[in-house]
């Protein structure tokens, strides 16, 4: 059965830090995705991940992945208070169709 | 060009009861899948829907179940509700059945929230 776990479960930060969100998962995947949750809101699909060595990056988020470590981080740059929402990494391991494992998600608060 | 819309947004229904969420995907898309999450957790995988057949699902009891019609749009029900099936319900749609290898990411609507008493 595939787990998808990341740490932190919660982080509170200060603008204008950085800091790494981990996510690792325990079997073999083709793909990587990464989604923002903002409360009682949908999920909004930030990074899809698909090869070893991928990164992408959208304004102050960096996503990579390492599919032989089967590890992928989301890093953060001068956090601002928009960023401040769950963050879930999912991975997609079906071989027919498309089902997505997603990790417990790692709530986060940028502080002014 | 709208996303994927889920009906009602808010549902409230007691224990033994039975209720039907509704979605409809973004224009084009043939897959539809439902997610559950129970709050403070990730979404779980409940099934998937492709041309009208059930294409996947998860592990969740024979009380949930699901439809697509020709038009793609898609309906879950669950039947006999427990407490524990308080939580919201995602639909989420893509353009293909196998969304491995290619950059299409899952698109979700805005859930149902659903409350047990």
């Known amino acids: 059965e595939l787990k998808v776990e990341q740490n932190p479960l919660f982080l509170s930060m200060q603008e204008g830090k950085n800091y790494t969100i981990y996510c690792n998962y325990s079997?073999?995947?083709?793909?990587l995705y990464w989604y923002r949750q903002d409360p009682g809101k949908s999920l909004e699909s930030l990074f899809v991940?698909?090869?070893?060595?991928a990164v992408k990056q959208e304004g102050r988020l960096m996503a990579s992945l390492d599919t032989k470590a089967r590890l992928s981080t989301l890093h953060i740059t001068a956090a601002v208070h928009d960023l401040s929402a769950t963050y879930f990494c999912?991975?997609?391991?079906?071989?027919?169709?498309?089902?997505?494992?997603f990790g417990e998600g790692t709530q986060l608060t940028v502080n002014p | 060009d709208a996303g994927v819309t889920q009906s009602p947004t808010h549902l409230i229904k007691t224990r033994g009861q039975q209720v039907t969420l509704r979605c409809s995907p973004i224009?084009?898309?043939?897959?539809v899948s439902w997610y559950q999450q129970v709050l403070g957790q990730g979404p779980q995988f409940i099934f998937q829907?492709?041309?009208?057949?059930?294409?996947g699902r998860g592990n969740f009891p024979d009380r949930f179940s699901a439809r697509q019609f020709p038009n793609y749009s898609s309906e879950l029900n669950v039947n006999a509700l427990l407490l524990g099936d308080s939580a919201l319900y995602l639909c989420?749609?893509?353009?293909?059945?196998?969304?491995?290898?290619?950059?299409?990411?899952?698109?979700f609507g805005n859930g149902t929230r659903l409350t047990v008493t």
């Open positions: 989420a749609s893509s353009l293909v059945f196998r969304t491995v290898k290619t950059n299409s990411p899952l698109h």
């Open positions: 999912a991975v997609d391991q079906e071989t027919s169709g498309s089902r997505l494992t």
């Open positions: 224009s084009g898309h043939k897959s």
């Open positions: 829907y492709y041309e009208k057949e059930e294409r």
């Open positions: 991940l698909l090869s070893n060595g």
């Open positions: 079997t073999t995947s083709d793909r």
